[in-house]
């Protein structure tokens, strides 16, 4: 590009030669002048013909050796391509004689190996068995054949709720949870109290830090366990005493994603107690809606064992366990027939053949909570704003083979 602006210039030089000078132009001077600059001129332009042709010399020894190197490169691609090809090939014959070796062995091994894992399922059956009949090794042999009596202790204008005493501690005291979502806890001194409104001394109103949710309350050694409120699955351990959470657990297993009892529509998980402690009941969806019965240790709120459970969720409205036995009531609709058609114990001893189709006396709408108490051997339930004694009838259960 410079040679050709400095050719440029030179042609305009030339031109200029040939037409008439100007009246300044005729002076020796400054003819000697403009002789001098054609000159330089001259040398630049000798001076860009040398590079532009030695340019050209390097370019052309430049693209030889980039041709030369692109050739070696297609030789060594071909060869590098023959050579996985051939990898390849022998991959693949290896790996047809290992699998045709491992038929071999697993098909000598293939009994032996079907009967051992026979034999530590067996083994892993009977540990399991026996660490469950461990856990529920009390001095409690009994199963439930009928409902004996009904007595309304009480009656009060909120449709759910909870009542019942401490299921261990041998005291007088009542507690009465009013509502599915609350966090006031009236302590009554006594049955009696808690019959007649006017009795003295007056309930002592516990306003707890945390709200629950549902009716399934339970009062275990002096401890209020419940289902917090705008949590799904989160079960607090409550000191009444110094008004303080004294413990905390998530429950799993799909604990609060159903409702445990669709006839009671408040209730995501129901706490129990009988003779062999603390106990967890809701729905499992991945069960397909049966419930799902838990072991919690009270003290530490560690999970013990769980069960998935026969009994469905579905028309269910409350539920209890007697000895070590779940037993669920079902309804129809609000006007009953509200009775017992599924038993579920971990054991085996009581099955749904030894359990006559137990009857409650008919009530004008579902059960809002029925707890048993194994102290007293009751039922307290809640019924429409009542509040319920339940008398029961028992035998002995079958002997564990």
Not at 92 to 117: F, G, H, N, P, W
Not at 241 to 262: F, H, I, N, S, W
Not at 277 to 303: C, F, M, N, Q
Not at 326 to 339: A, F, I, K, Q
């Amino acid at each position: 590009m410079l040679a050709l602006r400095r050719a440029s210039a030179f042609s305009v030089l030339i031109l200029t030669a040939f037409l008439p000078l100007p009246q300044f132009a005729q002076d020796p001077a400054m003819v000697h002048y403009i002789y001098q600059r054609f000159q330089v001129l001259e040398q630049g332009l000798q001076k860009c013909t040398q590079a532009t042709r030695e340019y050209i010399q390097d370019f052309r020894e430049f693209s030889k050796n980039i041709s030369v190197m692109l050739g070696r490169c297609q030789t060594y691609t071909s060869e590098y391509k023959s050579a996985v090809h051939n990898l390849a090939l022998r991959v693949e014959r290896a790996q047809r004689e290992i699998d045709y070796l491992e038929y071999l062995r697993e098909a000598e091994v293939c009994t032996e190996s079907e009967d051992k894992m026979l034999a530590e399922k067996q083994v892993q059956g009977a540990e399991e068995e026996k660490r469950i009949r461990t856990l529920l090794n009390a001095s409690c042999d009994n199963m439930l054949i009928g409902i004996k009596s009904l007595k309304i202790v009480k009656k009060t204008m909120d449709t759910d709720g909870s009542w019942m005493k401490d299921a261990v501690r041998d005291s007088p005291k009542v507690y009465l949870l009013i509502g599915s979502r609350n966090n006031t806890v009236w302590e009554f001194a006594s049955i009696r109290a808690f019959m007649e409104d006017s009795t003295k001394p007056a309930p002592r109103k516990l306003i707890l830090t945390h709200s629950w949710q549902g009716t399934g309350q339970v009062i275990y050694k002096g401890f209020l366990f419940f289902h917090s409120q705008g949590t799904p699955n989160e079960i607090i351990k409550y000191n009444l005493q110094k008004r303080t959470v004294e413990d905390r657990m998530l429950l799993l297993g799909g604990a609060g994603r159903a409702l445990a009892y669709p006839r009671s529509p408040s209730t995501y998980i129901d706490l129990a107690a009988d003779e062999h402690g603390l106990w967890a009941i809701h729905s499992g969806p991945s069960i397909h809606g049966h419930l799902v019965l838990t072991k919690i240790e009270p003290d530490t709120l560690g999970v013990e064992h769980s069960w998935d459970t026969p009994c469905r969720s579905q028309d269910a409205e409350a539920s209890f366990l007697l000895c070590g036995v779940l037993y669920v009531v079902y309804s129809s609709g609000g006007l009953g027939p509200h009775r017992i058609t599924c038993v579920y114990d971990p054991l085996g001893a009581v099955i749904e053949e030894d359990l006559p189709n137990v009857f409650f006396p008919r009530r004008s709408r579902s059960h809002s909570m029925i707890h048993y108490n194994p102290r007293d051997k009751q039922l307290y339930a809640w019924n429409d704003g009542n509040q319920i004694i339940y008398k029961l009838q028992t035998k002995r259960k079958q002997p564990l083979q």
